[in-house]
């Protein structure tokens, strides 16, 4: 649910970009387009400042970026060293970013196209204008249009882990299928984590460890499924994994409510 | 030299051949090239050959459905603005979950863009093809030449640790049921550091079968020894739970203890004992939950140990 809002805040950001500077310049709405679905992928951090830092960051890197590119499109030797530097640069600034993400990429994207613009120099200034055109457009939607709301999506994602865990149960079959979700959510929920916890501590940790214990007994059920017939110690294994996933079924759910709270 | 900078390094050499070669190969647009050699890359040589291959493979399907989707949107404006933005949404939406899919949609709209700008070809097409493999081929060219770590070494060492922390659940197991008394406080917390761990490992695991692609058998070996080191803990976990809730005692307890830490023991060890495959008798209370997991258990370290 996240990802899908995401996705569309990045459409809007690049349609308000583009419809700003349809007016002025083509190549230039092209810029402001690119830059503003870039910096909405440019953010990290734990907290809203720390986010905002990131993108307003970014943002200034990608308009030195451009510029640079655009000044020195014309000269071969100093374009081409800008370039091994951008690439050097994109990837040895992730150790300071959380998690070592990977959108100062998007700045070196940035700084090759405006290499090989036409224009040279002389179209430095609207790339630039544009980009940061695009950067205010993302930064207006991604924190006061439509901000994030972690919470409502960690309960969400934590509904969807329940809701495929009782299907796994009811429908044996899709084991692969049931099990690629709920490991999704819990990979989602773990990103979250940091940011979440900062709310309600103690219960997301909870909430986390009761998903991890629910998929570890998951599978061990399916596992007693496909193994041959072993007696009764296999049965009571059988019985006692299934009574013990929905001891944590029911945690969940409580869990769930304390959330809501 | 830290493993950030020599990936930036590997970045740069990536950029500079790129630089070098690209104008040699492809004359129309070579940006494509320095720009695929330079994303692709990674912290280790695996997980570089993971994204050139989704790269590469994902970029031929988009190509493939931006030309269709063309044909479809018969130059209508309002149709490929349409496209282009949905590829935009999908594009944003997988970028978290899946580089495979990002990429597809990647190319769907830079198909897209040039179509609304009026540059579209057919040939527009293959020209990106041929540069996301000549990419992907400079990519894998700077691994070597700043050599990228690779995954399966780290593997290696990681399985070890990993099969020492399932030992330690499978022996505070035959704590618990010897002495039922015994408080285990820190097992969640324990086992919660397991379950991350053999996530991690799963996800390294699909890096390493890059690294040995032309090794079929040794591939399918090693992804048997994953699964069932996977399973392992699993079964680990569930032994040391199950141990908390026996009602009546296994009988010869000490010598089925015993026995399983040796085939621990012996994971580390050469391959030149087979009582490993030996079935272990697990006699004692036949309706004991317990006596099943301990059972899967050697049964899953005798596949292991086979494997190894």
């Excluded at chain 2, 570089?48 to 590469?56: F, M």
Aim: proline content about 3%; hydrophobic content about 50%; overall charge neutral.
């Amino acid at each position: 649910m996240m990802q899908l809002k995401h996705a569309a805040k990045t459409v809007l950001a690049v349609v308000i970009a583009l419809e700003a500077f349809r007016f002025l310049h083509s190549q230039a709405a092209l810029y402001a387009g690119m830059s503003a679905g870039f910096l909405m992928q440019s953010t990290a951090g734990n907290d809203r400042r720390t986010r905002q830092i990131s993108m307003a960051l970014m943002g200034a890197a990608s308009t030195l970026a451009v510029r640079l590119g655009s000044e020195l499109s014309g000269q071969h030797l100093a374009k081409e060293l800008l370039l091994v530097a951008a690439a050097f640069g994109a990837y040895y600034v992730r150790r300071f970013i959380p998690g070592k993400a990977m959108f100062p990429m998007f700045a070196f994207v940035l700084t090759l196209l405006a290499t090989v613009q036409p224009g040279g120099a002389g179209a430095a200034l609207p790339m630039m204008t544009a980009v940061s055109g695009g950067f205010l457009a993302a930064f207006a939607v991604y924190f006061y249009l439509l901000p994030d709301e972690s919470l409502r999506a960690f309960r969400h994602s934590v509904d969807l882990f329940v809701f495929r865990l009782q299907h796994a149960r009811r429908n044996p079959g899709h084991e692969q299928g049931d099990l690629r979700v709920l490991h999704r959510a819990v990979a989602f929920e773990e990103e979250e984590r940091e940011t979440l916890g900062k709310v309600a501590p103690a219960l997301c940790s909870q909430v986390l460890a009761d998903q991890y214990e629910a998929l570890q007994i998951l599978i061990v059920v399916f596992d007693i499924e496909r193994q041959p017939e072993s007696g009764a110690a296999q049965q009571m294994a059988a019985q006692f994994t299934h009574d013990y996933l929905n001891e944590i079924i029911i945690r969940l759910e409580q869990d769930r409510v304390l959330l809501d709270a | 030299m830290s493993e950030t900078t020599r990936t930036a390094l590997r970045a740069a050499v990536a950029a500079a051949l790129a630089i070098v070669i690209s104008p040699l190969v492809t004359a129309q647009r070579p940006y494509w090239t320095i720009l695929i050699a330079v994303v692709v890359i990674n912290d280790t040589l695996g997980s570089s050959l993971r994204k050139t291959w989704h790269r590469v493979g994902m970029t031929a399907a988009g190509c493939v459905a931006g030309w269709a989707l063309h044909f479809i949107s018969n130059g209508r404006d309002a149709v490929e603005r349409s496209f282009l933005l949905i590829a935009i949404f999908w594009a944003a939406y997988f970028r978290k979950s899946s580089y495979p899919w990002m990429t597809f949609f990647v190319t769907l709209y830079v198909a897209f863009l040039f179509t609304v700008l009026g540059q579209w070809s057919a040939g527009l097409m293959l020209i990106r093809l041929e540069d996301t493999v000549l990419g992907g081929l400079i990519a894998i060219a700077a691994s070597l030449i700043v050599p990228a770590p690779r995954v399966a070494q780290r593997m290696e060492e990681e399985l070890t640790g990993f099969w020492q922390d399932c030992r330690e659940q499978v022996e505070q197991g035959f704590a618990v049921l010897a002495h039922p008394e015994l408080q285990d406080d820190d097992w969640r917390k324990s086992r919660g550091e397991l379950l991350r761990r053999a996530e991690k490992l799963q996800i390294s695991a699909r890096e390493t079968d890059y690294e040995t692609f032309y090794r079929i058998r040794s591939l399918q070996r090693n992804r048997r020894i994953l699964r069932n080191t996977v399973m392992l803990s699993h079964q680990a976990l569930g032994f040391h739970r199950v141990a908390r809730l026996a009602s009546a005692g296994i009988s010869n307890l000490p010598e089925l203890r015993a026995q399983t830490l040796r085939r621990f023991e012996l994971l580390e060890s050469p391959k030149t004992d087979t009582e490993l495959l030996a079935p272990v008798d697990w006699p004692g209370q036949e309706s004991e939950p317990a006596h099943y997991f301990g059972r899967r258990i050697d049964e899953l370290l005798a596949e292991i140990y086979r494997d190894l």
